[in-house]
């Protein structure tokens, strides 16, 4: 990608969908050159389907299979299909609980990318901010990143920094990264969708600060 190109994005998620609600609502209002062609979500009921039907964006449930922190092989290939098929250039993953292998790794390459709730490598894995709060950090923040094999391991996208207050209980310091999210993740797909980056080792180069 070399200009600004208007990114056909699938978004992945388990959750609620509060950083999905903020992409599409960016993309709808022209403020970030991509529009959400499809959501996926491998938990039936899950808030993020319901907020994206809300909107009209097509929304699919992938029943995930017997495994739990990972798709089985059917699931993962229904999931591939279904995006190859919405012609997405990006997959996000905006709380997505499971774990994605080679085969989809490789069905999209370097264009997977996913948001963490601290500042990477700090905290990896689950419920970042409590890790934060109960290792006494007076930083903490989010993280997009690509995906790779591991977890919150890929290649650094972009970080914002959240302040860790006194008086904060896991859930307010959460919810205050989360605020941060719906910021950051918008500007990250900016970002990708201007084609600067490029990835040497662990850095990835955005041409932020040309
Ligand atoms: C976010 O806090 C993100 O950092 C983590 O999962 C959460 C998803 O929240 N990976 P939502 O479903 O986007 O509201």
Known sequence: MSNTTRLRLGILGSGKGSNMTAIADAAAAGQIPAEVALVLSDVADAGILARAAKRGLPAQFIPPGKFRTKLDEEAERACIAALQAARVDLVVLAGFM??????????????????????????????????????????????????DQGIDTGAIIAQQTVPVLDTDTPESLHERIQQAERTLYPAAITLLAGGKISVRGRRAFTGAGD
């Open 98 to 147: 499971r774990i994605l292998k080679g085969e989809f790794l490789r069905a999209f390459p370097q264009r997977v990318i996913n948001i963490h709730p601290s500042l990477l490598p700090s905290f990896p894995g689950l419920e970042a901010w409590r890790q934060a709060l109960d290792y006494g950090v007076k930083f903490t923040g989010c993280t997009v990143h690509f995906v």
